[in-house]
T-cell receptor, first 118, second 114 residues
Framework: DAGVIQSPRHEVTEMGQEVTLRCKPI?????LFWYRQTMMRGLELLIY????????DSGMPEDRFSAKMPNASFSTLKIQPSEPRDSAVYFC????????????????FGAGSRLTVL | AQKVTQAQTEISVVEKEDVTLDCVYE???????LFWYKQPPSGELVFLIR??????QNEISGRYSWNFQKSTSSFNFTITASQVVDSAVYFC???????????FGKGTRLHILP
């Protein structure tokens, strides 16, 4: 299995531009998570999906951020308009989802997308 | 409130020394899971261990060992005979059944000096 695939790996853009980050989860995983990592705040959960449905988006910083999962093999995180404070590494992770008997499943992370907004 | 605290921001030890990374968590749930992840300089996050709240047995995997104590809400990680390749940021994380999501501590940056 190729693992969780994220693109782009690096993105440099100017303030005000739209940014779209992409994620392909592991085939068969039905939960998908978007995290943001910064030095100040560490790893923050932005949003997660279960069976393509957004379950909790309380971590999304503001309306400039949106995420979609149109099918089981693809998700996007969009920032419009971008600001310098959005500069961070954005991780996508997937898991087999939560089974009430087996409990929390392990997250497999992608390599991350490093975003720099000038 | 649910929270994971890794009080050690950064640690440096000389190769071959033992080092313990602390993790303290807060949760009102009786059923929860604890994790450790490693983030080497290359940036990816690598799963190390998962432990559920009903299993307080300590675990050893090679040079790595974990000590889970519910009485003190701690899940500490010890590396024995550290090696330079252990240099990384280590994250402790908590999953709560009720919230259905994983929250991470701020991480501990570990430097193993040759």
């Amino acid at each position: 299995d190729a693992g969780v695939i994220q693109s782009p790996r690096h993105e440099v853009t100017e303030m005000g531009q739209e940014v779209t980050l992409r994620c392909k989860p592991i085939s068969g995983h039905n939960s998908l998570f978007w995290y943001r990592q910064t030095m100040m705040r560490g790893l923050e959960l932005l949003i997660y999906f279960n069976n393509n449905v957004p379950i909790d988006d309380s971590g999304m910083p503001e309306d400039r951020f949106s995420a979609k999962m149109p099918n089981a093999s693809f998700s996007t995180l969009k920032i419009q308009p971008s600001e310098p404070r959005d500069s961070a590494v954005y991780f996508c992770a997937s898991s087999e989802g939560r089974d009430r008997e087996s409990g929390a499943n392990v997250l497999t992370f992608g390599a991350g997308s490093r975003l720099t907004v000038l | 409130a649910q929270k994971v605290t890794q009080a050690q921001t950064e640690i440096s030890v000389v190769e071959k020394e033992d080092v313990t990374l602390d993790c303290v968590y807060e949760t009102r749930d009786t059923t929860y899971y604890l994790f450790w992840y490693k983030q080497p300089p290359s940036g990816e996050l690598v799963f190390l261990i998962r432990r559920n709240s009903f299993d307080e047995q300590n675990e050893i995997s090679g040079r790595y060992s974990w000590n889970f104590q519910k009485s003190t809400s701690s899940f500490n990680f010890t590396i024995t005979a550290s090696q330079v390749v252990d240099s990384a940021v280590y994250f402790c994380a908590l999953f709560m059944n009720r919230d259905d999501k994983i929250i991470f501590g701020k991480g501990t940056r570990l430097h193993i000096l040759p």
